[in-house]
């Protein structure tokens, strides 16, 4: 990136965005102060149930994964936390992993539980965890739960992540009522141990790896269930469980007025959960759910802050780190777009029922080139001002490779 190229972009979208009474340093602050959390398991190649291409040089441990992430922090200044992903992440000195992180300025983001394996459990999650119809598989899962929450005491980690695969391949196996009675109760137990401080994210997924139902399909039901759990239980949404074609951001709108809205795991989805790259498909549909997250905020519906977000991809073909920093930069920039709206306009249309005129409010923010705001928000925070250049200029992966091996496969990857 030639400093002078950018210097000259930014100086040039200044003077526009001013002409219109936005003030680009107020931009840039509020782009530099949003974190997005790093996910353990998007820093080795990702497989499909076909199979697992490993890109080399991958994090062989949790120590190589946060410096996997501190590297991404360094490049970035977009990230400074990681999710960890239990039993994957399992610490063996929980206060030295925690000083490691601390010196990357990294911290720990929400927990993740894992009952869709039953790997080293005496009972199996063939038919579920929470959800089973067996009061010891239950119990066991309950259990699992509780030592996540132990783990992520010991780390500083202030959330726990619920995924349930829970639910049924063919009709008739399950009994839709009895399993969402016991997944409710089974969390109810969950949340009546976790510190007072802390919140319970709770995921929903239409299907996989269950097809004919999941006990927690949707926005509704998580919600529904939220609230039987109390004020710390939210909605997590993951931008690929839905079925093509739902409007996501009115999920988000939902939620907040609810305020019942835990946060993101961001991705893209053509299909279904495809985990692409945040950004790559759907693009404006990501913009609109951060018009929704910014209006939601600003009017009071749900603070800004009692949201966390998250990434959620894992990658067959892509360098994992390259693909990270091309997320976050996606993430920035329909964050920075939204940022745009008009929204005493946008009010205003909406109230005149001028439906050209809303979407002109919108258009105009969405294709705005904001690529010199979020590159500016960068070189203000010590970040590179083309992190990908740099990556790979410096050839960060050969140096991995020769550092960690061609193999290199991080645990649970
Ligand atoms: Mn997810």
């Given at each position: 990136m030639n400093t002078d190229f950018h210097a000259r972009s930014f100086s040039l979208l200044s003077e526009q965005l001013g002409a219109k009474g936005i003030k680009a340093a107020e931009l840039v602050s509020r782009i530099s102060a949003f974190q997005i959390a790093v996910p353990s398991w998007a820093l080795g190649a990702g497989g499909t149930r076909f199979g697992r291409f490993s890109i080399g040089g991958e994090p062989r441990n949790l120590e190589e994964k946060l410096e996997d992430i501190g590297l991404l922090s360094k490049l970035t200044k977009r990230t400074d936390a990681v999710s960890l992903h239990i039993p994957w992440d399992i610490p063996q000195d929980s206060q030295a992993v925690k000083q490691k992180a601390a010196s990357l300025g990294i911290s720990f983001d929400a927990m993740n539980s894992n009952t869709f394996q039953d790997y080293g459990q005496p009972l199996s999650y063939k038919m579920g965890s929470l959800s089973n119809s067996d009061s010891a598989v239950r119990a066991q899962a309950v259990e699992h739960n509780l030592q996540v929450i132990d783990i992520g005491k010991s780390l500083g980690s202030k959330g726990l992540t619920v995924w349930l695969a829970d639910g049924s391949n063919f009709p008739g196996q399950a009994?839709?009522?009895?399993?969402?009675?016991?997944?409710?109760?089974?969390l109810k137990e969950i949340y009546a141990e976790m510190p007072h401080d802390w919140k319970l994210l709770l995921e929903y997924k239409p299907y996989e790896p269950n097809f004919y139902h999941t006990v927690i399909p949707d926005w509704?039901?998580?919600?529904?269930?939220?609230r039987q759990l109390g004020d710390r239980a939210k909605v997590l949404v993951d931008l690929g469980h839905h079925l093509p074609n739902t409007n996501i951001e009115q999920i988000v709108a939902t939620l907040m007025h609810q305020n019942l809205l835990a946060g993101f795991h961001f991705n893209d989805s053509k299909y279904g959960d495809d985990d692409l790259s945040t950004g790559s498909v759907k693009p404006y549909q990501l913009f609109l759910i951060f018009c929704e997250?910014?209006?939601?905020?600003?009017?009071?519906?749900?603070?800004?802050?009692s949201i966390?977000?998250?990434?959620d991809a894992s990658h067959n073909t892509k360098d994992p780190l390259e693909d990270l920093i091309q997320a976050l930069e996606a993430i920035s920039q329909a964050y920075a777009k939204a940022l745009l709206v008009d929204r005493e306009k946008l009010t205003q249309c909406q109230n005149e029922g001028d439906v050209v005129g809303a979407q002109e409010v919108l258009q105009e923010a969405f294709l705005t080139d904001v690529r010199p705001l979020v590159r500016e928000a960068r070189i203000q925070s010590g970040?590179?001002?083309?992190?990908?250049?740099?990556?790979?200029?410096?050839?960060?992966?050969?140096?991995?490779?020769?550092?960690?091996g061609k193999n290199a496969q991080a645990s649970g990857l």
């Open positions: 009994h839709f009522r009895k399993a969402l009675q016991w997944t409710t109760e089974s509704g039901t998580s919600a529904l269930i939220c997250l910014i209006g939601g905020a600003a009017e009071g519906a749900q603070a800004w802050d966390s977000w998250m990434i970040g590179e001002a083309a992190p990908l250049d740099f990556y790979r200029r410096e050839k960060i992966r050969e140096s991995l490779i020769a550092k960690r």
